[in-house]
Nanobody, 123 residues
Framework: QVQLAESGGGLVQAGGSLRLSCAASGGTFSLLALAWFRQAPGKEREFVAR????????DYTGSVKERFTISRLNNRNTVYLQMNSLKPEDTANYYC????????????????WGQGTQVTVSS
């Protein structure tokens, strides 16, 4: 059973940066495809970014391209989301998700989920 634990959320002013981390345990990390999703109050969970088992390729939703970077360190069992130039509309609870071998942009693709970490961007 794979367990995921996010950290790194918080309150930041618009234009600022945060780095989210997601530590995995209970499975062979290098076999996991990983993704970040987010959910704002009253909205559906939306795809943010994903990364393959090897770290390349990566994929981003359009609204975060050029601002967010997903990466992974397989020897630390951790996936990261570096978020720069944050905007108030980035405010949401951010979730790490995993699935063995491959996953797409749909949240139903993923088997394992963390509890989420809150990101709040003030204007």
């Amino acid at each position: 059973q794979v367990q995921l634990a996010e950290s790194g959320g918080g309150l930041v002013q618009a234009g600022g940066s945060l780095r989210l981390s997601c530590a995995a345990s209970g499975g062979t990390f290098s076999l996991l495809a990983l993704a970040w999703f987010r959910q704002a109050p009253g909205k559906e969970r939306e795809f943010v970014a994903r990364i393959s088992r090897s770290g390349s390729p990566t994929d981003y939703t359009g609204s975060v391209k050029e601002r967010f970077t997903i990466s992974r360190l397989n020897n630390r069992n951790t996936v990261y989301l570096q978020m720069n130039s944050l905007k108030p509309e980035d405010t949401a609870n951010y979730y790490c998700a995993a699935r063995f071998y491959s996953g797409g942009r749909d949240f139903t693709d993923y088997t394992y989920w963390g509890q989420g970490t809150q990101v709040t961007v003030s204007s």
